[in-house]
């Protein structure tokens, strides 16, 4: 299959749903407990769908969609993409979908959306893995293939960069540790997702909508600290989020004694999926 074509077996597998008045795209798989997977950038709930599979052959119910601005889910200026606006999306995405009570899956800013998620209704989160993503974004800096995006007068341009073998060079350097681990096809499928509709505008404004505040690591210090059990699932290897960084800083925010590593870069639910599932289904039974 081409790049076109996955992504439209993407959408054949999942469907459009609202949440208040934002139209967005879900992918389910299995039953039993859900499990809400909430995905990153530049990426959307494509990311998950190695893990969907993984959850449901567990005994779980794996619940990916797709935040506003990215994947297809709606965009336009709008929308708020701060994280703030975008975790009030989270919590009318999942009273639209009918998730009562959930284990709570987060991957890059994905985690500050999650945590805002669980600290607005904290009883209905059973668990929390984090993986790979920003605990603390009062010391976060943007690493250095990102921050180009955010930047007035430079980030139309960068974007314009990422054709499909920049896209490709960029994802194998930052997100899989194994070249062969990720068909081409659906590494562009990423691209295409990216920059459907309004090539790639929506994605710029989540990027300028960080709150790197320390209001927001407070708050997230709350949320990674139950009252729910939590674990820290990070790739060991990578360049972008670095275990001794923020992979550090999640752990001592939860107050946690380890990290479980994988040997992965920053997409680990890519080439790791199994793994990860395993972690949440463990968690899952006593929690």
């Given at each position: 299959?081409?790049?076109?074509?996955?992504?439209?077996?993407h959408?054949s597998?999942?469907?459009p749903?609202d949440?208040?008045?934002?139209?967005?795209?879900?992918r389910?798989e299995?039953?039993?407990?859900?499990?809400?997977?909430l995905?990153?950038?530049?990426?959307?709930?494509f990311?998950?769908r190695?893990?969907?599979?993984?959850?449901a052959s567990?005994?779980?119910?794996?619940?990916a969609?797709d935040?506003p601005?990215?994947?297809l889910?709606?965009r336009?200026?709008?929308?708020?993409?701060t994280?703030t606006?975008?975790g009030?999306?989270a919590?009318?995405?999942?009273?639209?979908?009918?998730?009562?009570?959930?284990?709570?899956?987060?991957?890059?800013?994905?985690?500050p959306v999650?945590?805002?998620?669980?600290?607005?209704?904290?009883?209905?989160?059973?668990?929390l893995?984090?993986?790979?993503?920003?605990?603390?974004?009062?010391?976060?800096?943007?690493?250095?293939?990102m921050?180009?995006?955010?930047?007035?007068?430079?980030?139309?341009?960068?974007?314009r960069?990422?054709?499909?073998?920049?896209?490709?060079?960029?994802?194998?350097?930052a997100?899989?540790?194994r070249?062969?681990?990720v068909?081409?096809a659906?590494?562009?499928?990423?691209?295409?997702?990216?920059?459907?509709?309004?090539?790639?505008?929506?994605?710029?404004?989540?990027?300028?909508?960080?709150?790197?505040?320390?209001?927001?690591?407070?708050?997230y210090a709350?949320?990674?600290?139950?009252?729910y059990?939590v674990?820290?699932?990070w790739?060991?290897?990578?360049?972008?989020?670095?275990?001794?960084?923020?992979?550090?800083?999640?752990?001592?925010m939860?107050?946690l004694?380890?990290?479980?590593?994988?040997?992965?870069?920053?997409?680990?639910?890519?080439?790791?999926?199994?793994?990860?599932?395993?972690?949440?289904?463990?968690?899952?039974?006593?929690?």
């Open positions: 299959m081409n790049a076109h074509e996955v992504v439209e077996r959408r597998l999942g469907r749903f949440a208040g008045p934002i139209r967005s795209f879900v389910e299995g039953s039993g407990e859900p499990v809400v997977c995905h990153g950038v530049p990426v959307s709930c990311l998950y190695r893990m969907l599979p993984e959850l567990r005994g779980l119910r794996g619940v969609f935040l601005g990215l994947g889910a709606d336009g200026p709008a929308l708020d993409y994280w606006g975008l009030r999306f919590v009318a995405a999942v009273d639209a979908l009918e998730l009562d009570r959930f284990h709570l899956v987060v991957h890059d800013i994905g985690g999650g945590f805002e998620l669980a600290a607005a209704a904290p009883a209905r989160v059973r668990s893995t984090v993986l790979n993503t920003i605990a603390d974004p009062d010391g976060f800096k943007r690493p250095w293939m921050e180009p995006f955010a930047v007035r007068g430079v980030r139309f341009a960068w974007l960069t990422m054709t499909r073998p920049s896209w490709r060079l960029l994802y194998h350097f997100g899989v540790r070249h062969r681990a068909p081409a659906e590494i562009d499928a990423h691209l295409l997702l990216l920059k459907r509709v309004d090539g790639g505008r929506s994605f710029l404004r989540v990027m300028r909508g960080f709150e790197r505040t320390a209001e927001k690591r407070e708050l709350r949320a990674l600290t139950g009252p059990p674990q820290v699932v790739g060991e290897h990578d360049p972008a989020l670095p275990l001794s960084d923020q992979g550090e800083r999640a752990r001592r939860a107050g004694d380890e990290i479980h590593t994988v040997p992965g870069k920053h997409f680990i639910p890519e080439d790791q999926a199994p793994a990860i599932a395993e972690r949440v289904a463990e968690l899952a039974r006593w929690s």
